[in-house]
Each structure stands twice: as C-alpha cells, then as structure tokens.
C-alpha cells in the first residue's frame, strides 16, 4: 500500500511540473522538483523502523548530497547554450555523477 501511496504522490508531481512547464510561470516547476511531498512518508517510516538516529543521519546526508544537484544545475546551466539538450543533460549528469560519488566516499570516510 506504502508503495502505491509513493506512485501516486510521484505522478501528481509531475504532473504538477508538466502543467506549470507549460504556463508564463514555468520556471516554478523547479521548486515543486525540490517538493518533499515523497520524502515526507519516507522519513515518517524511515523512524518508526530505524528511529530518530537513522532520520537525523539521513536528513544530515541529504543536507550534503544539495551539492550533487548543485553541480547538475550549474552543469546543466552552463551546458544549455553550448551543447543540445541531451548533450547537456549528459554532461549534468556526469558532474552530478561526480559530486555524488565523491560525497559518497567523504561520507563513507567521516560517517557521523
């Protein structure tokens, strides 16, 4: 039951993105991808398994993994006017890549 809820809640966000992409506002669909509407059960469960330890080091990691979007973000920025769409999104996802295998090996390192 858990797992449909998630579907749901997922498919109403994108279409949630798809429908501000397409209004003088488009640039909103951004925050709602930011929307911790998935997260929120996750979390929820996440305590009743594991407890409040397991939420707060996961809460701490995606703190840190911001970085890794960050680094889409800014790849895909700067990509955009360069390269064609796929083309940057490619290169996005190879910085995004990086910066979470990197984030994965710091964290691995000072594990709190």
Known sequence: ?????????????????????????????????????????????MHLERGAA????????????VFAYLAFLAGLYWAEKRFSIVQSMALALAAWTVVAFALLLIWKWLKP
């Open 1 to 45: 039951m858990y797992v449909l809820f998630k579907c749901l809640v997922g498919a109403l966000i994108m279409l949630a993105i798809h429908y501000l992409a397409q209004t003088k506002h488009y640039y909103v669909a951004g925050l709602v991808l930011m929307l911790p509407a998935v997260s929120l059960p996750t979390y929820y469960f």
């Open 54 to 65: 397991a939420v707060q080091a996961t809460a701490l990691f995606g703190m840190l993994s």
